[in-house]
């Protein structure tokens, strides 16, 4: 048998090294199959972008273990694992980030790549150079400044509509609703009220895009012009305003407006943001007598809400039990006054004495409207602190289709409406103040209600009678 020939020794006699055994193949962790990789193509562009932000942060967190790791094995036993890599994006999609206002709506999921590439890709086109990138980008760029063909032409003017993007119809679970980007860019400016997300509203919104009432916004910080935005409060009048709708309304146009600000997270669809609209409505929608005390509630829930977009705060679950069981209680008290001002216009009325010949006082005892007794004081009418006369309380004016007016026939200096006293700056106006002054032993937060007059303002209340003479009694 032939023998082995050994290796060929070196030169001055040193065994040549041991070969290193070859590194472990790389596992993938993006496309770690042809399903996974035909669904990563199916991503819509505002998808990819998402998904390769996310990936971004993931890869930067792996280097950073890595590197601990190999400054610090003792303190970082486990090492950063390889780098994932990122979905695949058209640079012919990638366009669409050059618009300043499609850029706009994509910023919340554009990755530090991305927007280095936009800023470069800016830079150049203003020096006016083809920027230095891809070939299939600068086809790409060609084909925008090139003449279009016939068949392109008839696409683009008549907005042929593609197929290809319908969904199939799922019994029983509806369609999802995209919302349209003239809604964020309005929300960019202004508060979007809450009936504008019920269901049917957004399809309005969605089938007469070209044709709502639009204004022009001032340029927010960092932006040299304004866009146009939906003019909230003209189509307000024809989709509703805070406070119109009803519970199972509320809760419905809730789900959606909770969708739409995930969207504008920009930490993704569980981010922090998101996750306080969660935690706000699901407060309002998991109590046990949601439906019973909705109309006290429904203007705590608009107050936090437009309290958290002028001052963000964190969500407190505290805070928002407080204010709901003062709704609640504040709610029982005014139903006793309305229920006192009812029972005072049922109570019988008599003739004044000598208005006819054969009129009798009544004999004590006799029927519900015999005089109490000489211990009891004999209740008087009731009187209203909005308009000062006698024989109604407020509530009496809170279906009032005109302005209400005080005896002379001068308007009355406060308003009163949805069981609320308001003064013309739009303060809301404590009601037990007005009537019992500092005897009242309000338990509403200091700032929440005005201590003032209801009938001029001034610092002192209605019954004490000291801008207005007292009415006479009834």
């Given at each position: 048998?032939?023998?082995?020939?050994?290796?060929?020794?070196?030169?001055?006699?040193?065994?040549?090294?041991?070969?290193?055994?070859?590194?472990?193949?790389?596992?993938?962790?993006?496309?770690?199959?042809?399903?996974?990789?035909?669904?990563?193509?199916?991503?819509?562009?505002?998808?990819?972008?998402?998904?390769?932000?996310?990936?971004?942060?993931?890869?930067?967190?792996?280097?950073?273990?890595?590197?601990?790791?190999?400054?610090?094995?003792?303190?970082?036993p486990?090492?950063?694992?390889?780098?994932?890599?990122?979905?695949?994006?058209?640079?012919?999609?990638?366009?669409?980030?050059?618009?300043?206002?499609?850029?706009?709506?994509?910023?919340?999921?554009?990755?530090?790549?991305?927007?280095?590439?936009?800023?470069?890709?800016?830079?150049?086109?203003?020096?006016?150079?083809?920027?230095?990138?891809?070939?299939?980008?600068?086809?790409a760029?060609?084909?925008?400044?090139?003449?279009?063909?016939?068949?392109?032409?008839?696409?683009?003017?008549?907005?042929?509509m593609?197929?290809?993007?319908?969904?199939?119809?799922?019994?029983?679970?509806?369609?999802?609703?995209?919302?349209?980007?003239?809604?964020?860019?309005?929300?960019?400016?202004?508060?979007?009220?809450?009936?504008?997300?019920?269901?049917?509203?957004?399809?309005?919104?969605?089938?007469?895009?070209?044709?709502?009432?639009t204004?022009?916004?001032?340029?927010?910080?960092?932006?040299?012009?304004?866009?146009?935005?939906?003019?909230?409060?003209?189509?307000?009048?024809?989709?509703?305003?805070?406070?119109?709708?009803?519970?199972?309304?509320?809760?419905?146009?809730?789900?959606?407006?909770?969708?739409?600000?995930?969207?504008?997270?920009?930490?993704?669809?569980?981010?922090?943001?998101?996750?306080?609209?969660?935690?706000?409505?699901?407060?309002?929608?998991?109590?046990?007598?949601?439906?019973?005390?909705?109309?006290?509630?429904?203007?705590?829930?608009?107050?936090?809400?437009?309290e958290?977009?002028?001052?963000?705060?964190?969500?407190?679950?505290?805070?928002?039990?407080?204010?709901?069981?003062?709704?609640?209680?504040?709610?029982?008290i005014?139903?006793?006054?309305?229920?006192?001002?009812?029972?005072?216009?049922?109570?019988?009325?008599?003739?004044?004495?000598?208005?006819?010949?054969?009129?009798?006082?009544?004999?004590?005892?006799?029927?519900?409207?015999?005089?109490?007794?000489?211990?009891?004081?004999?209740?008087?009418?009731?009187?209203?602190?909005?308009?000062?006369?006698?024989?109604?309380?407020?509530?009496?004016?809170?279906?009032?289709?005109?302005?209400?007016?005080?005896?002379?026939?001068?308007?009355?200096?406060?308003?009163?409406?949805?069981?609320?006293?308001?003064?013309?700056?739009?303060?809301?106006?404590?009601?037990?103040?007005n009537?019992?002054?500092?005897?009242s032993?309000?338990?509403?937060?200091?700032?929440?209600?005005?201590?003032?007059?209801?009938?001029?303002?001034?610092?002192?209340?209605?019954?004490?009678?000291s801008?207005?003479?007292?009415?006479?009694?009834?």
């Amino acid at each position: 048998m032939a023998e082995i020939d050994d290796p060929p020794a070196d030169p001055q006699g040193v065994a040549p090294p041991v070969p290193a055994d070859p590194p472990p193949p790389r596992v993938p962790r993006t496309h770690i199959n042809p399903e996974v990789i035909q669904l990563l193509k199916d991503l819509p562009f505002y998808g990819k972008l998402e998904k390769n932000k996310q990936l971004e942060a993931e890869n930067s967190a792996r280097t950073v273990a890595k590197l601990n790791h190999r400054l610090n094995q003792e303190a970082y036993p486990d090492d950063g694992s390889d780098l994932a890599s990122l979905v695949t994006i058209e640079e012919g999609d990638l366009i669409q980030l050059l618009d300043d206002d499609l850029r706009a709506h994509y910023r919340p999921v554009m990755s530090i790549a991305v927007t280095k590439w936009v800023a470069d890709t800016q830079k150049a086109i203003a020096e006016g150079e083809h920027p230095s990138l891809k070939r299939a980008f600068n086809v790409a760029v060609a084909d925008v400044t090139k003449k279009t063909s016939a068949e392109e032409a008839r696409l683009a003017k008549r907005r042929c509509m593609d197929g290809s993007l319908q969904m199939p119809r799922v019994i029983g679970v509806p369609a999802t609703i995209i919302f349209p980007q003239t809604l964020f860019d309005t929300e960019n400016c202004v508060s979007i009220p809450l009936p504008f997300f019920l269901n049917k509203n957004l399809r309005y919104i969605i089938d007469k895009a070209a044709t709502l009432p639009t204004i022009k916004s001032n340029p927010l910080a960092g932006e040299t012009k304004g866009i146009s935005i939906i003019d909230v409060e003209k189509l307000s009048a024809s989709l509703g305003r805070e406070g119109s709708l009803t519970c199972s309304q509320w809760t419905e146009a809730a789900f959606q407006m909770y969708r739409f600000q995930q969207e504008r997270d920009s930490e993704g669809p569980n981010g922090a943001f998101a996750r306080w609209y969660s935690d706000h409505f699901n407060f309002f929608n998991t109590q046990l007598d949601r439906d019973e005390m909705y109309p006290s509630w429904k203007v705590v829930e608009l107050e936090l809400r437009q309290e958290f977009r002028s001052q963000p705060t964190n969500y407190d679950a505290a805070h928002y039990v407080a204010r709901y069981e003062l709704a609640k209680s504040e709610s029982r008290i005014l139903s006793r006054f309305e229920s006192l001002g009812k029972s005072d216009r049922d109570r019988p009325t008599y003739p004044a004495r000598g208005g006819g010949s054969n009129w009798k006082a009544p004999r004590p005892g006799n029927g519900p409207g015999s005089f109490p007794s000489g211990s009891q004081r004999n209740s008087l009418p009731p009187c209203c602190i909005l308009c000062a006369q006698r024989g109604h309380s407020v509530f009496h004016h809170n279906n009032d289709t005109a302005p209400a007016k005080f005896d002379d026939g001068k308007p009355t200096w406060a308003k009163f409406s949805n069981r609320t006293l308001r003064a013309p700056d739009n303060r809301e106006i404590c009601i037990r103040y007005n009537i019992k002054g500092d005897r009242s032993e309000c338990t509403h937060p200091k700032d929440e209600r005005a201590h003032i007059c209801s009938f001029c303002g001034k610092l002192h209340f209605a019954f004490s009678w000291s801008c207005r003479s007292r009415p006479a009694d009834i």
